[in-house]
């Protein structure tokens, strides 16, 4: 079996300003919709369906699946709502908080946002398996969020005044959501510090490559920051990769840190540009299966490369640094990342309405399962909180040496720029003759 791979997201959630893209479930929305809305159990029995044929758990985790459906199609349902209603509930049987249900606004919104324009505040946001606690994967760059000092592991604990215990994932993201130039305020917690948040929600156009070219001791460098794998991080990674090579650039940093994921192709797409030969990442289904994708001999530099991650770069961020490490391409710089190794595949359902499911898990290429876990860093540098809120207040900062990150980074990307001229020096050494004799 391969997956439908233009159909699966890697976010750590579809939540505040997820980027997917929608696989039809062989519905004709057209034709169909005023169907759905006058027989609500149809609905129900779709989505039963495609839980039933895809959910990457066969047991359904310990669920009678079949029992739920006679359940939830044995009662009656007077209007639309109360079958979507229905159909969270089925879902939660689940206990997987990436697979769940979209009405149509939130279906919609969600399309949206594969387009690389946003309207919110710009934050991704999780829900904690065991503890349910709402908590921010990441904020994007540039951003009401990111403005407003919003961090990764920040935990949400109200909005607008209204506790979020026991609130599910879908709920909190329409209540952050909302139009522009309207406010919405958040409580957070961040470590033992409760803070009031006020933002202003906005309309987000979002490019998600800037590059630019810094000064090293082994000469220039080129410094990529991704901050999320939307439909158009490929293209824009690939014209940052050849403008920088123009510029003669001996080497590489991208900044992987607080990018919440996005979209497995994009994913995919992105570490070919770096990996000549090689697996890239596993994808395991309920029957075992397992789809492997790998480099296509068309990476378009094999200078040294160094990746800054942390706790907010997640799923799609995972695999290309997973890939990278793996296939000792790259060092990695930062903190441990997030840890959520599970495929979406978001189906248009008849309605207009729209669900996510769980399809699968992704190991690295060393087999590695980094779900719950994450990737642990070669190379361990954290921030203490002075320093978390001086990058917070001086963005301009980021990604320069008075980053600490940053700093490590550039220091061991010079190691590996001198080992690389080192062993090009052995390499090129004329024949019975060593270097330096």
Do not use: C
């Amino acid at each position: 079996m391969t997956l439908a791979k233009r159909g699966l997201i890697l976010g750590a959630t579809a939540v505040a300003v997820a980027a997917v893209t929608v696989t039809g479930a062989g519905i004709h929305l057209s034709q169909s919709k005023a169907f759905f809305q006058e027989s609500p159990k149809e609905l129900i029995d779709q989505v039963w369906q495609l839980i039933d044929r895809n959910f990457v758990d066969a047991t359904f985790n310990q669920v009678d699946w079949d029992a739920v459906r006679t359940e939830y199609l044995g009662r009656n349902y007077t209007n639309q709502e109360e079958a979507y209603g229905a159909i969270r509930e089925m879902l939660e049987t689940l206990q997987d908080p990436y697979t769940r249900f979209m009405d149509p606004e939130e279906f919609r919104s969600m399309q949206i946002d594969t387009s690389g324009e946003l309207t919110g505040v710009g934050i991704q946001i999780s829900q904690d398996e065991e503890t349910k606690e709402i908590v921010v994967v990441a904020p994007i760059e540039d951003t009401p969020a990111f403005d407003a000092g919003i961090r990764p592991q920040d935990v949400i604990l109200a909005i607008d005044g209204e506790s979020t215990e026991g609130m599910e994932l879908n709920d909190a993201v329409s209540k952050i959501r909302g139009t522009v130039g309207s406010e919405v305020t958040l409580t957070i917690r961040r470590g033992d510090e409760e803070l009031e948040v006020p933002m202003v929600r906005a309309r987000i156009e979002i490019h998600p490559v800037r590059y630019n070219v810094q000064a090293g001791p082994e000469g220039q460098v080129g410094y990529i920051r991704l901050t999320q794998f939307s439909a158009n991080a490929a293209e824009e990674m690939s014209e940052a990769i050849e403008d920088l090579e123009s510029q003669g650039v001996t080497g590489y940093i991208l900044d992987l840190r607080s990018n919440p994921g996005g979209l497995l192709y994009s994913s995919i797409d992105i570490a070919r540009m770096w990996i000549d030969s090689g697996i890239i990442v596993s994808t395991v289904n309920r029957q075992g299966v397992v789809d492997e994708e790998t480099a296509n001999s068309r990476a378009l530099t094999d200078k040294p490369l160094v990746v800054l991650v942390d706790g907010g770069s997640a799923s799609a961020s995972e695999i290309l640094s997973g890939a990278l490490r793996d296939n000792e391409r790259a060092l990695l710089v930062g903190t441990r990342t997030f840890g959520k190794g599970l495929v979406q595949s978001v189906r248009s359902l008849g309605d207009g309405s729209g669900v996510a499911i769980t399809v699968a898990k992704y190991l690295t290429p060393n087999g590695t399962d980094i779900n719950k876990n994450g990737i642990t860093p070669d190379i361990s540098v954290e921030l203490t909180e002075e320093q978390q809120e001086a990058l917070s207040t001086n963005r301009e900062a980021i990604g320069t040496e008075a980053d600490p990150q940053y700093a490590q980074a550039l220091a061991a990307l010079s190691t590996e720029i001198q080992e690389a001229r080192a062993g090009d020096s052995v390499t090129t050494a004329p024949s019975g003759r060593t270097p330096g004799n």
